[in-house]
């Protein structure tokens, strides 16, 4: 009879990583002394101390033979005239307008284009290699630390409030003879429908904040206000149901002239400018419903021109306010006066020429900027053919040498930016808000 093979009995253990403790992570690492055992003076009685020898040995003697003479140098005295900026001496330097016609006039030429693509890859390696430095910060540890960098603050002088409500500000402009007054534009947008709410906007003495030198008492409440370059008096502002008007300062808060609302914009008139004229009275407005018009401040009645914001295929196409796109930003360069820049509703930056012929010479230039509304556009105050926009998340700089993209841009932000503009002094600097 055979004997049956008993089963064999397994079982297992099982248990969770997280009860076995913090995880061991072994490395290599240096010798380490356990123990130390001094000596003891008490054996010295057994031991018979002896000096150290030292003994030298070498079977030939060392001979060695050099001579050195430096090279003598020469030096020679030389002089240089050098003029700041390497400017022609027919150009005044503190002539504004004579150094930006020259500026434009050498950025024109082919030998300056290539000068400067060949330069950039260099410019861009170097960059490069800077950024990499951080890689092996640990080689300069034992360098003298650099000295810090001279920190700079700013302090709230003033802080001025509008006396009956708080409402958004929607533009500010400063007084062009030395800034001894601001000029905000105050609207409620969500409460357009609203009558109830107050219209005015407000002129202020920056060296009194207690109450507005000048109420502004428009129709309709103000979307932006602007003073005009040439006359520091006179002022022009977008209001919310499209009509454009002027003030000036020497008759009061009242509007000295306003168009008629079936000559204003179709939506609310965002953005007004001056352009440059010969008696300084002409500026240009726009608003969402993708029309552009110039005004002079001597007959309101009727707009001097306009433009439609329409991106026509070909020059036999005609423009239709049906497809036109609408404009959230407005930006003009007073040495280019025939020329301006609009930001679209839509992400698009374009660019216009008043002077075209047809509809693809009027709107000649676009960009694809952003995804989302523009809500800022400004140009270099140097290098006119930079500018710099501001949409959706980020804030980028374009030139108009490169269509296809732009030259420079910020990360993507948590929070969307909604305003930037261009350093006046540091050229290359601008602060992006959100």
Sequence with gaps: MEKQEKPEIIYEYKKRRRDFGKQTLFSDHGPEMCVSIPNNPSFYKDYILR???????????TMSEHWVNSERAEYTCSGITHVEGGWPKDINMADPEATQRYRRKIEKDDAYIHAVMHLGHGMEHNILQNNAVDMYETY??????????????????????????????????????????????????????????????????????????????????????????????????????????????????????ICPPHMAHRDLARNVLFINSKIGAEFFSSSPDGVVKWWDTRNMNEPTDSMIIDLVKSPTDTQSIENAIGISALEYEPTIPTRFMVGTETGLIIGGNRKGKNAVEKLPTRYEAHLGPVYALQRNPTFLKNFLTVGD????????????????????????????AWNPIRFSFYPAIN
């Design 51 to 61: 000096n150290p020898v030292h003994v030298g040995i070498q079977n030939t003697s």
């Design 140 to 257: 300069y540890l034992d360098l003298p630390s650099i000295p810090p960098v001279e920190r700079s603050s700013c302090h709230t002088v003033n802080v001025y409030r509008e006396p009956s409500a708080r409402r958004p500000v929607r533009s500010l402009s400063w007084q062009t003879d030395g800034g001894a007054r601001l000029a905000s534009a105050h609207a409620d947008v969500d409460l357009m429908r609203n009558n109830r709410t107050p219209q005015y906007s407000y002129i202020w003495d920056i060296e009194n904040a207690n109450a507005p030198e000048l109420t502004i008492k428009p129709h309709q409440p103000l979307l932006d206000l602007q003073y005009n370059p040439r006359d520091q008096n006179t002022l022009v502002g977008g209001m919310m149901n499209g009509q454009v008007g002027w003030w000036d300062m020497r008759k009061g808060g009242e509007p000295a002239g």
């Design 393 to 420: 998340w980020t804030a980028r700089v374009w030139s108009e040498d490169c269509r296809e993209s732009s030259i420079l841009w910020t990360y993507s932000h948590r929070t969307k930016l909604t305003d930037g």
